[in-house]
């Protein structure tokens, strides 16, 4: 049993393991990241490139945050998969427990797929690297082995199950990669404007494989969502940019948000809110420099749109309702009135401000208004923007009944909530 081996024995033990059964570089590092063990002996050296200190540098990077990121035990326990601007993936296991003072291990580095020539060049450009290192880097590629998705997220679960002796799912595993992923905007917040990450891509593949991704946002099952994320392969994804493989990569994710857009909205997302989305998701996805954080940003729009469906069929409103919300939604800088809303679902006043109480626990007025305070938040948190400016934009009669209603929604007032967040 591994659990009778003592820390020097059994570490090495489980290099060879995995070295043997996947063909892939093994690293034990120590806590004060210098090499332990490595399989094979010698490292795989990545060619000069402009942008890099090599990939051991960025390894151990990458062992330091994944030691430095979970909140509890067995957070900080579960594996990394972590993929360079370069396409190289890796896993990262920081030993806890018992083990803790032991360091990290590593597996990689490995490719999704073979890399070809093509891909290669606009890889490079991406990077500034100048076209006549191109062979050198394709030799270099070559001696990586290839390990598709699902093969490393396995080596991955085999690695954690051999070091802790514990079971883990790949939905955890990802679960897990998400919630370490900085998926915000810059100075955004993940209500702040409906959200901005995502992760990979899925085009030029089998239909039928497409297909059940989106069923799984438009039923909002986000575990279904990830476990048919990790069956598609890399080498079927299209080519959308011949000049630039991250250009591609953004076009592809672009798409597949739009996709993912309309299968929220057939799954009774409200239309706006699915549009305010794939706007925020896609303007983040544009600010974004490598292929890793593409690919990661795409999976978490992704789980974004099945969340909000999930959110929205647990409310359990009636059409009439959902459709005052969404008109709310989208003219919340408008006058807005019981008599409008009866004309909008063309339903007696009366009848209407009954039913959407009965449904949501709020009268009409009120749930304007704490939409309007909610509103008033955001736009709080973003500069140049006056308590009296955004008091009228959100038609309050006046900054005093503002503050009132703000105190009424929030237990304080506007000048302390952005003195709060210190905001000026």
């Given amino acids: 049993m591994l659990d009778q081996l003592e820390d020097d024995e059994r570490i090495p033990y489980i290099c060879r393991l995995l070295y043997e059964a996947y063909r892939i570089p093994v690293i034990w590092l120590n806590t004060e990241g210098e090499t332990e063990q490595a399989l094979p002996q010698f490292y795989q050296a990545r060619p000069p490139a402009q942008d890099s200190q090599g990939l051991l540098a960025e390894v151990r990077e990458h062992v330091l945050d994944a030691a430095n990121s979970g909140s509890d035990a067995r957070t900080a326990a579960l594996p990394q998969i972590c993929t360079t601007a370069y396409l190289e993936n890796f896993v990262v296991l ?8 032991a360091g990290t291990l590593v597996i990689g580095p490995s490719l999704y797929t073979s890399m070809n020539e093509e891909t290669a060049a606009s890889l490079l450009r991406d990077h500034n ?17 290839v390990l ?7 080596a991955a679960i085999l690695l954690y199950t051999l070091v802790t002796g514990q079971a883990l799912t790949i939905n955890e595993l990802l679960l897990d990669s998400l919630k370490l992923q900085p998926a915000q905007l810059e100075g955004g917040a993940p209500d702040l404007d409906l959200s901005y990450r995502r992760e990979n891509t899925w085009l030029h593949h089998d239909p039928s494989q497409e297909r059940e991704l ?3 946002i438009r039923n909002g099952d986000k ?5 048919t994320h990790a069956g598609f392969n890399e080498d079927q994804y299209g080519l959308l940019s011949k000049k630039s493989q991250l250009r591609s990569k953004k076009n592809l994710a672009i798409t597949s948000i739009t996709l993912a857009t309309r299968a929220a909205m057939d799954g009774g997302l409200f239309w706006e809110i699915a549009y305010t989305l794939s706007d925020f998701h896609i303007q983040h996805i544009e600010e974004l420099k490598d292929i890793p954080a593409v690919d990661r940003a795409l999976l978490a729009a992704l789980c974004d749109f099945a969340d909000h469906v999930k959110d929205n069929h ?19 800088y408008e006058e807005l009135s019981l008599s409008k809303l009866a004309g909008v679902t063309g339903l007696n006043a009366s009848y209407l401000s009954q039913l959407f109480k009965k ?8 749930y304007i208004q704490r939409e309007r305070i909610g509103e008033a938040k955001r736009l709080m948190e973003l500069p140049g923007i006056t308590l009296s400016d955004i008091a009228t934009r959100l038609h309050f009669n006046d900054q005093s009944y503002f503050t009132k209603v703000f105190k009424k929604y929030t237990g304080m007032t506007p000048k302390q909530f952005r003195h709060d967040r210190g905001i000026t």
Wanted: proline share 3%; with cysteine.
């Fill in 359 to 366: 449904e949501t626990g709020l009268a009409v007025s009120d």
């Fill in 214 to 216: 989106f069923r799984h």
């Fill in 148 to 154: 598709d998705r699902m093969r490393l997220y396995h």
């Fill in 94 to 101: 920081p030993l806890s427990g018992e083990l803790k003072l």
């Fill in 223 to 227: 575990e279904g969502l990830l476990q």
């Fill in 129 to 145: 690297i100048s076209s006549g290192q191109l062979e050198v880097w394709l030799q270099y590629y070559d001696l990586l082995p």
């Fill in 314 to 332: 647990r409310s359990k409103l009636s059409r009439t309702s959902a459709l005052c919300q969404n008109y709310i939604f989208n003219h919340l």
